[in-house]
């Protein structure tokens, strides 16, 4: 199993532009999640899902959109850039169900760079 | 809302000896996990130990233990022999276990730990 997978590592934008981060998991996991990271402030939850065709905000939502298509991928959406969006981004993913399946396993994150 | 509070923003510890990361958190559910992972400079996240609140007995995982204190809503992590690789970030983070918060992460603001030879 290669796990959480996430392209880029690495981006630069400048404001205004849109891209797309790419998370992909081969575990079967119906959750999938969006975090971002950002110095002194821990990760924060931007967007989640609990399966394909489902998903709903986190703690920081704006400016960022998901869709969840297929059980493996849940790419996040920056529609509109901004250098308030500059942080590193993890995606993650988990089992539902009953402990111990509530383990989240994150991928290797994507730094972002807004100019 | 949860919240979850590191206070020591950095910590060092020499080789081979023991340190305590502590954790608080704030929360009206009853049913939750708490979880220790750590980042080294990777950037990976890496699940440490986890622990379910239900449980008194505390979790244990090689040289990582916590002390679960359900009443005082405190979740410390002991790394006992302390090696170089153990130098990294670690964040505390909370999990409800079901309601419109499942599946939802809250972290603290994260330690970094450094181990000196």
């Known amino acids: 199993n290669a796990g959480v997978t996430q392209t880029p590592k690495f981006q630069v934008l400048k404001t205004g532009q849109s891209m797309t981060l790419q998370c992909a998991q081969d575990?079967?996991?119906?959750?999938m999640s969006w975090y971002r990271q950002d110095p002194g402030m821990g990760l924060r939850l931007i967007h989640y899902?609990?399966?394909?065709?489902?998903?709903d905000q986190g703690e920081v939502p704006n400016g960022y959109n998901v869709s969840r298509s297929t059980t493996e991928d849940f790419p996040l959406r920056l529609l509109s850039a901004a250098p308030s969006q500059t942080s590193v981004y993890f995606c993650?993913?988990?089992?539902?169900?009953?402990?111990?399946?509530?383990?989240?396993?994150f991928g290797p994150g994507t730094r972002l760079l807004v100019l | 809302a949860q919240t979850v509070t590191q206070s020591q923003p950095e910590m060092s510890v020499q080789e081979a000896e023991t340190v305590t990361l502590s954790c608080t958190y704030d929360?009206?559910?009853?049913?939750?996990?708490l979880f220790w992972y750590k980042q080294p400079p990777s950037r990976q996240m890496i699940l440490v130990i986890r622990?379910?609140?239900?449980?008194?007995q505390n979790a244990t995982e090689n040289r990582f233990s916590v002390n679960f204190q359900k009443a005082a809503k405190s979740f410390s992590l002991k790394i006992s022999d302390s090696q170089l690789g153990d130098t990294a970030m670690y964040f505390c983070?909370?999990?409800?276990?079901?309601?419109?918060?499942?599946?939802?992460?809250?972290f603290g603001q994260g330690t970094i730990l450094t181990v000196h030879p």
């Open positions: 983070a909370f999990m409800n276990a079901g309601g419109t918060s499942y599946g939802k992460l809250t």
């Open positions: 929360t009206s559910e009853s049913n939750y996990y």
């Open positions: 622990q379910e609140a239900y449980k008194q």
């Open positions: 575990m079967n996991h119906e959750y």
């Open positions: 993650a993913s988990k089992k539902t169900g009953y402990f111990p399946r509530e383990t989240q396993y």
């Open positions: 899902s609990v399966g394909a065709g489902i998903t």
